[in-house]
């Protein structure tokens, strides 16, 4: 059945599930405070780099099934189901700032006057839907007509397309079943048999959400502290995390060692994770937390210090290239990204940061922005690859070596091949493997 879709705030979430919705089938308008975001999205084009997100934009725009618009009240009655697609950033104290989700709750619940669904997609401390729900209802015209629902988002950046339209799994979180019936109509075209669906309370689905992103975290710092034991051995991390990965148990995803974990959600939800830990007393999740997060910052400094050690010390004057800006291959977003914490680092002990990465742009004090990787290169007295883009795989060191002034290249996310790059004359440094690997 096709149902009218409104979706708030449309970034990285809110601009895929716009499209995504409209890819089932529905009627769909977004709804984004920035106007040049949302004329952009009209024109049927993507506001970041993101991969099949502007073949859906394009087509579904074209249809009219999909526009875009600043106003609320072009939506608020005319919609049956509205998803929540706010930011929920960091805010001083390590919380999640809630004021866009607030916002956005009082620009639309005064205009609610019929019977509707609203559905929670943020990432959210537990016990906000409560807050949210009573808000709505105490807002609205229609009072205790306007239910609420807890649908949390497990996406990834660069496989957002993919991750909404074939979900691991949807959880649907309720005030005792309120809204059910209506969430199961709005999935039910894009659930296959096989999709698991979890049916529980506020509380399950905002801690299910928060769970799943520390637990990523919790494996990423495990492998690094486990590199740090490999470098001290000598053994190679990249082989260990093969190996305990064949495991079903414990799986190889999420096992790739280096400069760690950034982005936009990880850092933000773990440690707001932590703050709402300390607030009801768990004490031991906010210490493991506090852990996990210990290993990450840990990782960008050792990374900074290899490169002043690779400098004899002093990094003052000397032109670094940066191999990837944005936090992970295959998106052009720099939001906590470990690759400019570490040119940042350098650029702030006097180093000259060029940096190339193939998507993101980058307008950093003390760092230059290189249009391609020979230009990056050319007269480079060290080379960091710090994030992954597959291109950079491919890089011919035997081309690149007469370009540099010195033949060394720190290796931060352990994906060179080692011994080619050692066969063009290159010193190469591993985060987590002895030199000798
Ligand atoms: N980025 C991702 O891959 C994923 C994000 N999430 C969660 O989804 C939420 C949104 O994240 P992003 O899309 O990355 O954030 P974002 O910052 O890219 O997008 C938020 C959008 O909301 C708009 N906005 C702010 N105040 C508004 C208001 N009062 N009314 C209407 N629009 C308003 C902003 O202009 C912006 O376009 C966060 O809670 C995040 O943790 C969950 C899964 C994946
Ligand atoms: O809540 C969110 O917003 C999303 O956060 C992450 O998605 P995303 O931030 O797009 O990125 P990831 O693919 O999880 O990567 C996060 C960081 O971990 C790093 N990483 C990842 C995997 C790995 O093995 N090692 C590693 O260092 C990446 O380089 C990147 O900096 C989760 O994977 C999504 O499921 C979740 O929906």
Not at 100 to 114: G, V
Not at 144 to 159: D, I, M, S, T
Request: net charge negative.
């Amino acid at each position: 059945m096709t149902l009218r879709i409104s979706v708030i705030g449309t970034g990285y979430l809110g601009a895929t599930h716009a499209a995504c919705m409209a890819e089932f089938g529905h009627q769909v308008i977004g709804l984004d405070i920035d106007p040049d975001r949302v004329k952009k999205l009209n024109a049927g084009q993507s506001p970041m780099y993101e991969d099949n997100l502007e073949p859906l934009l394009e087509r579904h725009t074209a249809t009219g099934r999909l526009r875009f618009t600043t106003d609320y009240a072009e939506l608020a009655d005319w919609a049956d189901v509205h998803f929540l697609c706010l930011g929920t950033p960091q805010g001083p104290d390590g919380a999640a700032d809630l004021g866009q989700l607030e916002s956005a709750t009082r620009s639309l619940a005064p205009l609610l006057t019929r019977p509707t669904l609203v559905v929670g997609k943020s990432t959210v401390p537990v016990g906000t839907a409560v807050q949210l729900r009573a808000l709505f209802q105490q807002l609205a015209p229609a009072g205790e007509q306007v239910e609420l629902a807890w649908n949390p988002e497990f996406l990834r950046e660069a496989f957002a397309v993919e991750d909404t339209l074939r979900p691991d799994r949807i959880v649907f979180g309720t005030d005792d079943g309120a809204g059910l019936e209506l969430l199961r109509e709005v999935y039910a075209l894009p659930l296959s048999e096989a999709t698991p669906v979890v049916e529980c309370d506020y509380a399950t689905a905002e801690l299910i959400k928060t769970a799943a992103n520390a637990f990523l975290a919790t494996k990423i710092s495990f492998i690094n502290a486990m590199a740090q034991m490999c470098q001290a051995a000598g053994g190679d991390v990249t082989l260990l995390a093969d190996a305990i990965g064949h495991d079903r148990r414990i799986g190889r995803q999420f096992l790739n060692a280096g400069l760690g974990f950034g982005g936009g959600c990880l850092p933000k939800d773990i440690r707001a994770l932590a703050t709402r830990a300390d607030e009801l007393g768990v004490g031991v999740l906010s210490d493991f937390i506090a852990g996990v997060e210990a290993i990450n910052t840990g990782q960008r400094l050792e990374m900074a210090e290899m490169a002043v050690d690779q400098l004899a010390g002093d990094v003052t004057g000397k032109r670094i290239a940066v191999l990837g800006a944005s936090f992970k291959p295959g998106t052009d977003d720099t939001r906590n990204s470990p690759a400019l914490t570490v040119a940042t680092a350098l650029a702030e002990r006097g180093a000259e940061i060029v940096v190339y990465d193939p998507q993101a742009r980058v307008d950093w004090p003390g760092m230059s922005q290189a249009s391609s990787v020979i230009e990056a290169l050319t007269g480079a007295d060290l080379v960091l690859h710090l994030t992954e883009w597959p291109e950079f795989r491919q890089l011919d060191p035997e081309q690149l070596a007469p370009l540099v002034t010195n033949r060394i290249v720190i290796d931060g996310r352990l994906k060179l091949h080692a011994p080619t790059w050692r066969r063009s004359g290159w010193k190469v440094v591993q985060m987590g493997r002895a030199a000798t690997l």
